[in-house]
């Protein structure tokens, strides 16, 4: 059973930047894809960004040329760099990992953190 823990989110100025990581338990890490989902308060989770196996990654149209997902196999770790911040971009943020090694589909995630808040306000 993986457990992921995500750090780092917290409060951020429009147009300020954040970076939240999610540490995960496993050393067979490296043969997950991962994900970073979002909820806003009275919305539905959506996905924002994934990155494979491999290191290939898609991203949700509303923060293209904003985010950025990466991994560190070595450390366990995914990270999500956000830059450019709009008070849109406040949510709880999921790390997420699925037993594939490509993936974009949440139901098909196996594994969630418990969430980090970020706030995007002035």
């Known amino acids: 059973q993986m457990t992921l823990v995500e750090s780092g989110g917290g409060l951020a100025r429009p147009g300020g930047s954040l970076r939240i990581s999610c540490a995960a338990s496993?050393?067979?890490?490296?043969?997950?894809?991962m994900g970073w989902f979002r909820q806003a308060p009275g919305k539905e989770r959506e996905l924002v960004a994934a990155?494979?196996?491999?290191?290939?990654?898609n991203y949700t149209d509303s923060v293209k040329g904003r985010f950025t997902i990466s991994r560190d196999n070595a450390r366990n770790t995914v990270y999500l760099q956000m830059n450019d911040l709009k008070p849109e971009d406040t949510a709880v943020y999921y790390c997420?990992?699925?037993?594939?090694?490509?993936?974009?589909?949440?139901?098909?995630?196996?594994?969630w953190g418990q969430g980090a808040a970020v706030t995007v306000s002035s």
């Open positions: 997420a990992a699925a037993n594939l090694r490509h993936c974009t589909t949440q139901k098909l995630f196996d594994y």
């Open positions: 496993e050393t067979i890490f490296n043969i997950n894809a």
């Open positions: 990155i494979s196996a491999r290191g290939s990654t």
